[in-house]
T-cell receptor
Framework: QKEVEQNSGPLSVPEGAIASLNCTYS??????FFWYRQYSGKSPELIMFIYSNGDKEDGRFTAQLNKASQYVSLLIRDSQPSDSATYLC????????????FGSGTRLSIRP | DTGVSQDPRHKITKRGQNVTFRCDPISEHNRLYWYRQTLGQGPEFLTYFQNEAQLEKSRLLSDRFSAERPKGSFSTLEIQRTEQGDSAMYLC???????????FGPGTRLTVL
């Protein structure tokens, strides 16, 4: 079992709709959870982080964390073509609070 | 520009040659990380520093890889006797101890012929 699992996609969502990205992780001791956006050929860009169970909202983005189910999600409201990218879920590692483990990413495509 | 910078942005080398990459973190950050990313995968942790101390190194990192952060500021990553399998994007990130959100540099793309 991978430490951080994501559906590779591609996930295709119409412009203006809500995009829902999901991630599961294996280590119950993880405390920090991150979502990065990566455009093709570019480096990852931090868009959200969450430490506590529940929802965290920032503009059009909402991160959701459920530690009991070991599940993290990212919702993007009013999706725009510029949101088309790979979204990487990352979780702090089992043996080191400083090391973060990335999933393989979900490719999101927003169709006009 | 106050972000993480990396140099060079691209490197093409022949198998067996040594290469060295540099990373300059965000100036206030005391943690610095190196990752490697191949196509279709997320970044893979290589090593990290807190100030000048190298605190963790991936078990996947062979002896051909070495990293330094001599004065707790910039860092270098050296790969000796490069192999074609070393071809990847090498990413550097930095953060505070707390909060530990990591910010990435633009990366160095290595191609080993």
């Amino acid at each position: 079992q991978k430490e951080v699992e994501q559906n590779s996609g591609p996930l295709s969502v119409p412009e203006g709709a809500i995009a829902s990205l999901n991630c599961t992780y294996s280590d119950r001791g993880s405390q920090s959870f991150f979502w990065y956006r990566q455009y093709s050929g570019k480096s990852p860009e931090l868009i959200m982080f969450i430490y506590s169970n529940g929802d965290k909202e920032d503009g059009r983005f909402t991160a959701q964390l459920n530690k009991a189910s070991q599940y993290v999600s990212l919702l993007i409201r009013d999706s725009q073509p510029s949101d088309s990218a790979t979204y990487l879920c990352a979780v702090n590692g089992p043996s080191s609070a400083s090391k973060i483990i990335f999933g393989s990413g979900t490719r999101l495509s927003i169709r006009p | 520009d106050t972000g993480v910078s990396q140099d060079p942005r691209h490197k093409i080398t022949k198998r067996g040659q040594n290469v060295t990459f540099r990373c300059d973190p965000i100036s206030e950050h005391n943690r610095l990380y190196w990752y490697r990313q191949t196509l279709g995968q997320g970044p893979e942790f290589l090593t990290y520093f807190q100030n000048e101390a190298q605190l963790e190194k991936s078990r996947l990192l062979s002896d051909r890889f070495s990293a330094e952060r001599p004065k707790g500021s910039f860092s270098t990553l050296e790969i000796q006797r490069t192999e074609q399998g070393d071809s990847a994007m090498y990413l550097c990130a930095s953060s505070f101890v707390s909060p530990d959100e990591q910010f990435f540099g633009p990366g160095t793309r290595l191609t080993v012929l």
